[in-house]
């Protein structure tokens, strides 16, 4: 695999470039990574769907934590404390939503 240094026409880009692309552009802690994805053609399966729904509702409460300014500040102690396990306090409160959907917990 070759690592290519593509910081300056790169920055800030996310998500793919064309609808029809296959290459997919992400920004994680000030970093561009870049992937190549092939749709699947078949239909998702039931479990599929479940992990799908567990995933956007975990999204959406994670997000409404951190738009009120004190279960945001509760979530970055959370992260603060995880001894590096969080980063963030959006992927700490996201990852306790999943795990409580998912009986992780």
């Known amino acids: 695999m070759a690592k290519f240094n593509l910081a300056a026409p790169f920055e800030g880009v ?3 470039l ?3 692309d296959k290459l997919v552009f992400s920004q994680r802690y000030g970093e561009t990574y ?5 749709p699947s053609k078949k239909a998702p399966t039931a479990a599929q769907l479940a992990v799908q729904e567990r995933f956007a509702t975990a999204t ?3 997000a409404a934590d951190m738009a009120d300014p004190e279960k945001k500040a509760e979530w970055k102690e959370v992260a603060a404390n995880s001894n590096g396990k969080y980063k ?10 999943y795990n409580k959907a998912s009986g992780i917990e």
Request: charge should be negative.
């Open 88 to 97: 963030t306090p959006r992927g700490a409160a996201f990852a306790s939503y």
């Open 14 to 16: 996310s998500g793919k």
């Open 18 to 20: 064309d609808k029809d």
């Open 60 to 62: 959406a409460q994670a």
């Open 34 to 38: 870049a992937w190549e994805v092939e």
